[in-house]
C-alpha cells in the first residue's frame, strides 16, 4: 500500500512504514497520524509480517507536528481537532508498545517531538550519524505526547528525562547512543542495510519467544520480582508447548539450522494467554 504521506512495503516477512513528506521533513499534518496508526495496525495484523522497520524519507526522521498546521488549529481554537491528533499519536504509541512483534526504528534524520517519540516507542532504534532526537515541544508551548513521559524516563532515568524535556534541545546522535536513547549509530549509507539486516534476522527467529520477551521487557518495569518469576514460568510453559520449541531443539541436536515458521502460537493457546495475563 502506498498513500500520499506514509508507504507501507512487506517483503521477506519484514513490513517497512516510511514517513513520506520530504520537503516538510515529515511533519505531521491532517490525517497523516492516522494513516500512520492504520499503516501500524495493518502490519501488526498481517501474518506474513514478522518484523517491522519505521523509517523517513529524505534528509529527516520526522519533525513532529507542522507547526503552519499546529497554528492554525490553536488560533482558531479547534481544540477537539487538536485533541483528535494527540489521539492519533496515543494510538500509533499504543498499537507498537501491543503488537506482538519487533519494531526497530530507522532514525535518518532529526526526530523532533512527536517524531522523536515515534521513534522512542519502537523496540529498537538505529539511527544515522546525521540523526538527532529532541523533546522539542514546550519550544511552541506543548506538551510531550506519543508517550514520551512514559519511554524517555524509562530509557534514560528521571533526571536526565527532566533535562531533556525542560531544554528541549535536539541531541545528537552520539550523545543518543551515550544515554541509551538509541541502540546504534552508523554511517547514513550503513543505516537502512543494517536496519534491514536486523528485520530480516527478526523475522527468521521463532515468534512466540519474541513477542513474550518482548511483554517481559514492558512488564520488568514495574513488576517485582517474584511476579517476573511467575512469568517466565508462564511464558516457557508456552514456548514448551510450541511446534517451534519442538524445531528448535531437534535442529539443534541435527546440528542443522532451525526452520521456523508456525507462526509461533503454542500447541495450546489457553499456555500463551496465561503467559501474557500471569
Known amino acids: 500500500m502506498s498513500g500520499t504521506h506514509v508507504l507501507r512495503d512487506v517483503s521477506d516477512g519484514v513490513g517497512t512504514l516510511t514517513l513520506n513528506r520530504p520537503d516538510k521533513l ?103 550519524e546525521t540523526a538527532s532526537i529532541g523533546q522539542t515541544f514546550n519550544r511552541i508551548g506543548l506538551h510531550p505526547d506519543w508517550g514520551g513521559t512514559y519511554a524517555v524516563p524509562r530509557l534514560v532515568g528521571p533526571a536526565r528525562a527532566a533535562e531533556l524535556f525542560f531544554f528541549a534541545e535536539m541531541v545528537p546522535a552520539a550523545e543518543c547512543e551515550r544515554i541509551g536513547l538509541v541502540n546504534r549509530v552508523v554511517p547514513a549509507d550503513e543505516l537502512m542495510p543494517l536496519a534491514r539486516e536486523w528485520a530480516l534476522k527478526l523475522a527468521a527467529k521463532p515468534a512466540l519467544p519474541l513477542r513474550l520477551a518482548k511483554d517481559a521487557v514492558q512488564r520488568s518495569l514495574s513488576s517485582s520480582f517474584e511476579e517476573m518469576l511467575d512469568y517466565e514460568t508462564a511464558a516457557q510453559k508456552a514456548c514448551f508447548e510450541s511446534a517451534d520449541a519442538l524445531e528448535g531443539v531437534r535442529a539443534f541436536v541435527e546440528k542443522r539450522p532451525p526452520s521456523f515458521g508456525n507462526g509461533g502460537e503454542a500447541e495450546n493457546p489457553s499456555a500463551t494467554e496465561a503467559a501474557t495475563s500471569a
Open 26 to 128: 515529515n511533519a505531521f499534518i491532517g490525517e497523516m497520524r492516522s494513516e500512520i496508526a492504520e499503516g501500524i495496525e495493518a502490519l501488526a495484523a498481517d501474518d506474513a509480517v514478522r518484523a517491522v522497520i519505521i523509517t523517513g524519507t529524505g534528509r529527516a526522521f520526522c519533525a513532529g507536528a507542522d507547526v503552519k498546521y499546529l497554528t492554525h488549529l490553536i488560533e482558531s481554537q479547534a481544540i477537539d481537532e487538536a485533541t483528535a491528533l494527540v489521539e492519533a499519536g496515543r494510538r500509533v504509541a499504543a498499537t507498537i508498545r501491543g503488537m506482538p512483534k519487533p519494531v526497530i526504528a530507522a532514525i535518518n534524520g532529526p526526530a523532533a517531538g512527536g517524531g522523536a517519540n515515534l521513534a522512542l516507542a519502537c523496540d529498537l532504534r538505529l539511527a544515522s
